[in-house]
């Protein structure tokens, strides 16, 4: 296979944007916890995994993408194996949850973070060798299969906000294929009867008629629909808005001690990870909040340029995958965080403590890269 790379063509606005990106990261994580200075172990553990993940990014770029989709069904494997396994061996999180495995050196890990990236890699390699029957019913019925296994192992942990995230980003990976727009028509239509009948059950009570959700889950879709009846669970995300509105226009500023603080008052839940936008807001302000948007939006935009010029059909999808996953899951967070949405748990990438998430979108952007050293002038 032979290697096709223009260095003049290596993506750094997609790097400087990464870097800008995770270095807010670093600074937000370390006021979110309150800590006294960066050599608070957290901080470090984040810096750690941020040297770790831009280099390993680097790397990545400069290996061959066709390589990785040719190993792509190894990976696939090897994802069904581990998932698999925490489910036997892992280690019990919030509500139960069986979501974490305890690596030596590494600590504890989330192997689905990591699965997402094994998952577009497969997926790129599946449409372009099926592209010529992916309009076909056998040739949807196999990738549906191959898309119900990881999906369905991910939501008995139970972790269905990264079961979305996965469908999601194979959706828009299938629908940047050649497929035709009747079976694009018909998944929009099966999609929104999917909503109708979920809202059906929902406002007639009959919600335990739905096997994927767990209790707890079925709390927050309730709050998020009567917040004024459930106003202790909706606390959460109520002080998440608040500190987003007292942020007003500039912020508060990062690691202030005001006692007019949200975060500083110990309201906020989870302020280093699902609700680390409430920091942003409050801390940095409505400018500030912007700003980081615009950012991630130049990364999803970059992605999109990428696929645009890819050299092979897999590349373009690869790009795709990565900008779906990492569009979807900022704003997904974001609207938790601002109440749009219902709480699921969903971190922010690059600023959500938490290094296995980390890694994981360093390794997805360090693939896009790699397509752009082989893109078309």
Known sequence: MKLDYDFKQYDFRLLFLMICLNTAGVFIVRSAISAESFKDTLVVRQIMGSFVGLSMSIG???FDYRKLCKYSPYLYAASILLLAGVRIYGTASGHGAMRWITVPVLGKIQPAEFVKVALILFFADYLQRVKEDINTPHGLLMEAL???????????????????????TVFAMTFASPLKLRYILAFVG???????LLF???SSGLYDKIPILQGY??????????PDENSNDFAQQMYSIMAIGSGMFKGKGLFNHSIFSVKNGNFLVEEDNDFIFAVIGEELGFRGSIIIIIFFLLIILECLIIAYKAKTLSGRLISVGVMAWIGFQTYTNIAVATGLFPNTGITLPFFSRGVSSLLSVYFGLGIVLNVALQRKT
């Open 60 to 62: 990545i770029s400069l």
């Open 146 to 168: 191959y898309l119900l296994l990881p999906v369905g192992l991910v939501l008995i942990q139970p972790n269905l906000s990264t079961a979305i995230i996965m469908t999601v």
């Open 190 to 196: 099966i999609a929104l009867i999917a909503l109708a």
């Open 200 to 202: 059906y059950l929902f």
């Open 217 to 226: 889950q079925v709390r927050r879709i309730l709050t998020f629909l009567h």
